[in-house]
């Protein structure tokens, strides 16, 4: 069973915190949207009281940005992994501090 999972989620779904507005998140938005999506993704968990929202575990600027990017230009979804619901808190830490 993999532990994360590829998947599109509604922006305004996803809770965290977003960074102040900066250049360097105006210009992520942006590319964002260019793009349509993020070349290295947001990790999200399923929220325990709501299974169709979601919580960001990590990429505070990417899903930053793409708070900017739709509130500037729209767009409504983001490409995420979620983790899954069996993965343990040791696992994911050890998996952001080895690949980032």
């Given at each position: 069973m993999s532990l994360l999972l590829q998947s599109i989620v509604l922006i305004k779904d996803v809770a965290f915190t977003p960074l102040p507005p900066c250049q360097e998140l105006e210009r992520g938005a942006e590319l964002i949207y260019k793009m349509g999506g993020c070349i290295r993704p947001p990790i999200v968990k399923r929220d325990d009281s709501n299974p169709f929202k979601?919580?960001?575990v990590s990429g505070?600027?990417?899903m930053s940005c793409a708070r900017h990017a739709y509130d500037i230009y729209g767009m409504d979804a983001i490409n995420v992994f979620i983790v899954n619901d069996n993965n343990t808190e040791e696992e994911l830490a050890q998996a952001l501090?080895?690949?980032s």
């Open positions: 979601y919580v960001l505070q600027f990417a501090s080895l690949f």
